[in-house]
């Protein structure tokens, strides 16, 4: 069910509109953590030179890849990352075997893990390998493996992968592409970062503002 924001959030919109808080985007690459630091002197985000007052809005793990949301406003973080507003972020995963329409119907209806099942996500079968940067791992043949585009509406922790996992699709590499309206640009490369652009910001601020879901 669809909920407009309330005349108090949307003065607080407002203000955030027009406040200095700092927004960026990286593509984290392998084996980089998603913390200002690690105590066991593992590369974080700092290594890739992202300012300790960035924080990601949301992880991906050491052997996940793909876009971050960074930003010191500490409001919007909680809205992306927490469960109840179902913002949709959205992976490329590539597996090991050819999934029939049964596996992909249950997994786009939800899979029973551990910690209770999972919503409903998007799951497609994308026809052609995605344009992506090359793969510091070697890769199966493309014959043996497909590449799955998913769309999440929850985070639980290594979420894709445990889903794919209890239907026997064992994963290779995922990537995530978006979150919300934020797209991970062709020209970003594993390790880079920028700040939004203007546009890119106000996207942003009106997904998070203007409207959210609630279960």
């Not at 808080?21 to 990286?26: D, E, F, V």
């Not at 793909?66 to 507003?85: K, M, N």
């Not at 551990?114 to 026809?127: F, M, S, Y």
Request: hydrophobic share 40%.
């Amino acid at each position: 069910m669809t909920i407009i924001i309330s005349n108090a959030l949307e003065k607080d919109y407002q203000s955030l509109s027009t406040h200095s808080y700092r927004y960026a985007m990286a593509y984290k690459p392998l084996n980089v953590l998603c913390a200002n630091k690690d105590r066991y002197g593992r590369a974080a985000l700092v290594d890739i030179g992202i300012p300790r007052t960035l924080h990601a809005a949301g992880r991906l793990d050491l052997d996940s890849e793909g876009l971050l949301l960074l930003t010191d406003d500490g409001q919007l973080l909680h809205r992306v990352t927490h469960p109840d507003f179902n913002h949709p972020k959205t992976y490329l995963a590539l597996v090991v075997g050819q999934p029939d329409a049964d596996v992909l119907q249950q997994l786009r209806d939800g899979v029973m893990l551990k910690d209770g099942i999972t919503r409903p996500a998007d799951v497609e079968v994308l026809p052609d390998t995605p344009t992506l940067p090359p793969f510091p791992k070697p890769l199966a043949a493309p014959s043996k493996t497909t590449w799955l585009r998913i769309v999440l509406y929850e985070g639980k922790k290594r979420q894709i992968k445990r889903m794919l996992s209890a239907v026997a699709l064992p994963i290779i590499r995922l990537v995530r592409v978006a979150i919300g309206p934020l797209i991970l640009p062709p020209d970003l490369q594993p390790g880079q970062w920028r700040d939004l652009t203007a546009v890119e910001r106000q996207a942003l601020l009106d997904w998070v503002w203007s409207r959210f879901e609630k279960p």
